[in-house]
């Protein structure tokens, strides 16, 4: 019988619905869903949409299918540290969901940390107090929602990161339930304990009833028939944040195998073992995924904007059309002549975290064209990544022998090329469509038993595609630099 996955990957500007038969993509449908920005530096999405996206999504995907003769399920993928807060009566959010770029949070970190919160924080939950993860954003929900917080200390509120509230959703209410890599970025969570910290939750003012079940990343978190679509119900069976998907997608089950995430914002990841190291200033440590009754940590760095930039300068600058047309005009001019473009659009994440830094583009001349901005925004997604990998080698005594790399910019190849230079690394973009999802699908395989170990699923792993550096001293020591200069322009301002 024909095993048929549906995943979905809920990401940060759209729902993407995929089908895979036997675990090979066949097809998907992508819905794009509205951003919104009620205030500057504040982000927003309507949780209702997603969802009605995710139906329309599946429908659209499945038009025509005979379901008969397969056996058909379900699995998650997302972005993770947005939040959604609902009435457990009505299924009503009381609010928008609060984005993960969103910034609204910074006054009360500031507060938390002036109190002497982070070391305790980031004992427990391998975070370090940032507007960027779950907690303050419900926080700020309880705090400015008129009746908000009375509702939850009745328990009649409930909260989830996206995988939960989908999860409740095509429930119809009977699964409230979070998987163990989605709840280690809320910092809420105690990644030692596996289960929710009391004092964390003290320390946030939110309430333990609002809380989902975490469980393991390949566990089956509930059923569904995804609003009547099947006569029967189908389990949804492995749940993931989207950066961990990707490290699972991207094969890297043991110590020391990396990967980097290029998507809207960009994840480096490390596999560090199934002991959750103390991180290195500027780094978390997070659940990389949980299966088989065994957890996996890593080392993470998030930078939040790599691929919005690029849309920041299709959406708002109007100076490309589309993505694709970025490297034609990076490859326009000889250089980046001296530009260099530090997107702070939401602060700068990891290793700086600094919340108040605003974007900048430096260095212009009236000599500067329209190619040397192109240039600037894709050397810049490179320069970020190699901050991380130079802050986990340097300090965390985990060496990289290759990243492995995911996401649409990864398509473009003087960006890879450059990334390959900056890090003196081979870059294997290997031929893994949607890796975040693939990585969801392998939870949904071994939940529902397909495979026995991580060994037989390492073995479906197909071709590779190695970018290999062509490193030139002279040329990208004083580049990356210049980086630098522009980084502290930005972060002392």
């Not at 979905?8 to 675990?23: H, N, P, W």
């Not at 303050?136 to 409930?158: H, S």
């Not at 596999?271 to 200033?281: D, L, R, S, V, Y």
């Amino acid at each position: 019988m024909t095993n048929k996955v549906i995943a979905i990957d809920q990401s940060t500007s759209a729902t993407k619905a995929m089908l895979f038969e036997d675990y090979r993509l066949s097809n998907r449908v992508n819905i794009e869903h509205h951003q919104y920005y009620p205030r500057t530096g504040w982000v927003e999405h309507d949780p209702v949409e997603i969802y009605d996206n995710v139906v329309k999504a599946i429908n659209v995907l499945l038009t025509g299918m005979d379901f008969s003769g397969a056996k058909w399920s379900l699995a998650i993928t997302n972005q993770r540290e947005t939040v959604v807060v609902w009435n457990r009566l009505t299924g009503e959010p009381v609010h928008n969901a609060v984005v993960w770029q969103c910034q609204r949070g910074a006054d009360l970190c500031r507060k938390l940390k002036e109190a002497g919160h982070e070391p305790t924080v980031r004992a427990k939950s391998g975070l370090m107090i940032d507007p960027y993860f779950s907690a303050t954003g419900v926080k700020w929900i309880l705090d400015n929602v008129e009746g908000a917080a009375e509702m939850a200390a009745r328990g009649e509120l409930l909260m989830g990161t996206m995988e939960s509230w989908l999860i409740w959703k095509l429930t119809g209410g009977k699964s409230h339930t979070c998987d163990y890599t989605n709840a280690s970025r809320t910092l809420l969570f105690n990644i030692h304990t596996l289960d929710w910290d009391a004092e964390l939750l003290d320390i946030f003012g939110i309430p333990a009833s609002m809380l989902p079940k975490a469980l393991p990343s390949d566990s089956v978190f509930g059923q569904t028939t995804i609003e009547g679509l099947f006569d029967e119900e189908i389990p949804i069976a492995g749940a993931i944040g989207d950066s961990h998907g990707a490290l699972v997608g991207q094969m890297c089950f043991t110590r020391g195998m990396g990967k980097a995430t290029y998507g809207t914002g960009s994840s480096v990841m490390v596999n560090i073992g199934e002991e959750a190291m103390t991180p290195p200033e500027g780094l978390c440590t997070s659940i990389g995924f949980a299966a088989l009754g065994k957890v996996h940590y890593a080392f993470e760095g998030n930078i939040h904007c790599t691929g919005a930039t690029i849309k920041w300068l299709t959406d708002k600058l109007h100076l490309i059309n589309g993505p694709a047309e970025v490297e034609g005009e990076a490859l326009s001019v000889p250089d980046n002549g001296g530009v260099y473009f530090v997107p702070a659009f939401a602060g700068l994440g990891a290793p700086w975290w600094n919340s108040e830094a605003k974007a900048a583009i430096v260095g212009m001349t009236l000599a500067t064209e329209k190619g040397h901005i192109c240039r600037a925004a894709l050397e810049a997604i490179a320069f970020q990544i190699k901050d991380l990998i130079d802050t986990m080698t340097g300090r965390a005594g985990v060496t990289l022998s290759e990243l492995r790399v995911d996401g649409g910019p990864t398509k473009n190849n003087y960006l890879m090329t450059f990334q390959a230079n900056m890090l003196n690394v081979n870059v294997n973009r290997a031929d893994i469509e949607e890796a975040s999802a693939f990585g969801a699908v392998i939870m949904n395989g071994l939940a529902l038993g397909e495979w026995k170990t991580l060994d037989e699923v390492a073995a479906i792993r197909k071709c590779d595609d190695i970018i290999i550096p062509e490193c030139d001293p002279a040329r990208d020591e004083p580049l990356y630099q210049g980086w630098c200069r522009a980084v502290s322009m930005v972060n002392n301002n």
